[in-house]
């Protein structure tokens, strides 16, 4: 059987309770529920979207390891100094977590790094898949991306049929151009996701949508029989508040301003909901 892919509309690794929540719910997946985990967790970091940056690979550990999680992070951009045998490390995962950016150029780096091929073998090995932004609509037939500045569809690599939309309610000009494009017939339709709210697809169907803040929700756009747009919004549930404590906060706190300075990282269900396409 094929692993989980989490897809989120959007959030970060800062210690806010929206984030929190979501990261709780991605570990609990790949089986890091309190107490559950025999051994840490295995999650990387593919930060390639927004160009490695290094505050984010901090803070990325930081959210990961405060979990027990055995966090890891692989940078495209330093492969010179920092050499990885890019199968060998994300094949070993329990979790691959994709960040956002451009789509554009994530895309044109794992083809230029056959990263895409050791994406579908770890998905096939059962390795759960996350990401959010362009880390969430790369999973999807077609994503639209502002890579180029004004939002374009883009396919992604297809290991979930239809289209994804992120970022839906917090920017009108993307959800005004993903709804222009599905009616139109340009691209299929499919799944629209706000920020902090979350898809979990088992096998190519939608088994839930989540969510860690109250407004955020899920939409199905599809195109109707005359052209039309149809939107549905999908049920949801609000996850529990995250189980971070504020003296961890404090210590991910001092380690972004020392990494700001230029220091050195370290290393129940409602059932299913039918298919997405």
Known sequence: MSGAIVAIG?????MRPENEALHDYVVGLAGGGPGAVPEPLRICLLPTASGDPHEQIVSFHGAMERRGCLASAISLFRLGVAPVDLAEHLLGQDVIYVT???????????????ID???RAAHER?????????????????GLS???????????????GGSNCVHYSQDPTRRDAYRRLVGEGAIPGGLALDDHAAALIREGEL??????????????????????VVEVEVPSRLLPPARATTELGLAEMRELRRARSGATAGP??????????
């Open 146 to 160: 502002r890579g180029g500045g004004a939002p374009a569809s883009f396919p992604g690599l297809g290991l979930i």
């Open 10 to 14: 959007g959030t970060e690794f800062t």
């Open 268 to 277: 129940p269900g409602p059932g299913r909901l039918g298919r997405l396409r």
């Open 126 to 142: 059962g390795i759960v898949l996350c990401g959010y932004s362009a880390g969430s609509m790369c999973w999807f037939e077609q």
């Open 117 to 119: 091929e050791i994406i």
């Open 207 to 228: 088994v839930e949508v989540v969510r860690s803040r109250e407004t955020a929700a899920a939409y199905r756009v599809e195109r109707g029989a005359d052209g039309s």
């Open 100 to 114: 956002g950016g451009s789509m554009v150029n994530l895309l044109a780096l794992w083809l230029e790094h056959r």
